[in-house]
């Protein structure tokens, strides 16, 4: 296995902090576990839920949630899949575009107070045919309580910059 530093020497006693890992140094089989964790609140997905204007009932009244997650609110399936895309993010941090997501499922609720931690292992990957500059990711992303029960688990193509390639680059970011 390749080391992945988190830091980069610029200058004699001067770092800079990586922006993710670079598409080069992913090999398939390579597992990151995103921390920390996230500890879901069902407020501030009711919040969420209402910015992206659903106004569901399990989703913004507190009555209509508990009685539908058996008297604890269970968290929007759509804010669990934010959170993760944006925890994994980081991990492949010169993301241009998501190309897909497949084979999405929750196996469990998260609920209220609940803290999930996400890990991701990378499938596949290839340089891009048609953007000499970019690769593709493949890769598969599960959440986990800290009790180690699965909550979520989905695969998800990622079109990411090459290694010192993109406007990362450019910008002065390694």
């Keep these: 296995m390749k080391h992945h530093p988190s830091h980069i020497a610029i200058g004699e006693n001067e770092y ?3 922006l993710g890992l670079e598409f080069d140094d992913i090999e398939p089989g390579l597992v990151v576990e995103h921390r920390p964790g996230f500890t879901f609140s069902w407020e501030e997905a009711r919040y969420r839920a209402a910015i992206a204007g659903d106004h569901s009932p399990v989703l913004i009244d507190p009555a209509a949630a508990a009685y ?8 929007s399936q759509a804010w669990i899949l934010g959170a993760f895309a944006a ?7 010169r993301v241009v575009a998501n190309l897909a997501w497949i084979n999405v499922s929750f196996a469990n609720p998260i609920r209220d107070g609940d ?56 910008a002065g970011y390694v």
């Excluded at 539908?68 to 968290?75: C, F, L, N, P």
């Excluded at 925890?87 to 492949?92: D, G, M, N």
């Design 16 to 18: 800079v902090e990586t």
């Design 68 to 75: 539908a997650g058996g008297g604890k609110a269970e968290i």
């Design 115 to 170: 803290t999930v931690f996400a890990e991701s292992e990378i499938l596949d990957k290839r340089e891009s045919k048609s953007r000499p500059d970019q690769g593709i990711l493949h890769i598969t992303t599960r959440g986990i309580t800290r009790g180690g029960h699965e909550v979520c688990r989905y695969e998800r193509k990622l079109l990411v910059y090459r290694s010192a390639q993109g406007p990362h680059t450019q």
């Design 87 to 93: 925890a994994t993010t980081r991990a492949f941090g």
